[in-house]
Nanobody, 115 residues
Framework: QVQLVESGGGLVQPGGSLRLSCAAS????????LHWVRQAPGKGLEWVSS????????YYATSVRGRFTISRDNAKKMVYLQMSSLKSEDTAVYYC????????RGQGTQVTVSS
């Protein structure tokens, strides 16, 4: 089983950047695709991005494509989400998860985009 812990959130101005990290534990990490999902205030979970087990393939929601970059370091058991050109609508709690529906996600990290 893979356990996930997110960090790196904070308050950032529109147009700014932030990098989220997800620390994983569990022997199956290197064979597991991983995902970022988010939940904006008053809304449901939204899939953001996915990465294959070896990092060769990445996928993005239309709303973040070109602005966000997902990556992973299997040796360190870490997954990252580099976010750039942030918008107010990116404000949400961000979760690292085991599938696109958000199952197995961690406790989340708050990202607030505001001037």
């Amino acid at each position: 089983q893979v356990q996930l812990v997110e960090s790196g959130g904070g308050l950032v101005q529109p147009g700014g950047s932030l990098r989220l990290s997800c620390a994983a534990s569990g022997v199956t990490f290197s064979s597991s695709p991983l995902h970022w999902v988010r939940q904006a205030p008053g809304k449901g979970l939204e899939w953001v991005s996915s990465i294959s087990s070896d990092g060769s393939f990445t996928y993005y929601a239309t709303s973040v494509r070109g602005r966000f970059t997902i990556s992973r370091d299997n040796a360190k058991k870490m997954v990252y989400l580099q976010m750039s050109s942030l918008k107010s609508e990116d404000t949400a709690v961000y979760y690292c998860a085991k599938d696109r529906a958000g199952r197995g996600r961690g406790q989340g990290t708050q990202v607030t985009v505001s001037s």
